[in-house]
């Protein structure tokens, strides 16, 4: 069993940044991507960014490259760069885990964009 915490979530004005983190209880064996999805109230959840255990990364189309997805060596961690932050970022931020096992949820972490 592989446990995730995400932090980093704050409230911040329209145009600022944060940096997301999400950390996991132990290397994760079989990883095929590490992935950042969102959720706000009433909507499907949507996913952010995703980086591959090759390497490939994709983005949501409403990234609009102003966000960073980012691992560490180990394979424990991962990060979420998100800058030019709008109002229509406000959610709550979960990270993800896919194995050859199935995957892996943090509780998510509350970004809130407002001025």
């Known amino acids: 069993q592989v446990q995730l915490v995400e932090s980093g979530g704050d409230s911040v004005q329209p145009g600022g940044s944060l940096r997301l983190s999400c950390t996991a209880s132990?290397?994760?064996?079989?990883?095929?991507?590490m992935k950042w999805y969102r959720q706000s109230p009433g909507k499907e959840r949507e996913l952010v960014a995703a980086?591959?255990?090759?390497?490939?990364?994709r983005y949501g189309d409403f990234v609009e490259g102003r966000f960073r997805i980012s691992r560490d060596k180990a394979l424990k961690e991962t990060y979420l760069d998100m800058n030019s932050l709008k109002v229509e970022d406000t959610a709550r931020y979960y990270c993800n885990v896919n194995t050859a096992w199935g995957d892996y949820w943090g509780q998510g972490t509350q970004v809130t964009v407002s001025s």
């Open positions: 980086i591959a255990n090759g390497g490939n990364i």
């Open positions: 132990r290397s994760i064996v079989g990883l095929r991507a």
